[in-house]
């Protein structure tokens, strides 16, 4: 009966992270995935790509405690940008999200 209980159980647990995974508009692995893409939040800018590339990053632990700074600005701040040409955000997430790290990736002059 226990075997059933717990086979019940991890299959409900599969199907609401499958639903999650389904619906994603993103590349997601349960084990393991490093995913950088073009932010959404910005408009394609006419600037050529510049040398100067800014980082912020933010990290997350089961979901439960999260701190950092990856605002875009921030990243701007750091490397001295003040014409942004591109920003990407990179995610790394850990079996289910155990650790994720969030990285916004900002070039420009």
Known sequence: MKK????????????GFNGCILYSNEPVG????????ASPETRVVTNNVGSKIGVSKAHSILG?????????????????????????????NIILGIYTSYTIIVTGE
């Open 64 to 92: 439960l405690v999260a701190t950092g700074d990856y605002g875009i600005a921030r990243a701007a701040s750091k490397a001295g940008i003040t014409k942004i040409s591109s920003v990407d955000i990179q995610v790394k």
């Open 4 to 15: 059933v209980i717990v086979i019940v159980f991890l299959g409900l647990v599969f199907l």
């Open 30 to 37: 349960l084990i393991y995935s490093n995913v950088t893409k």
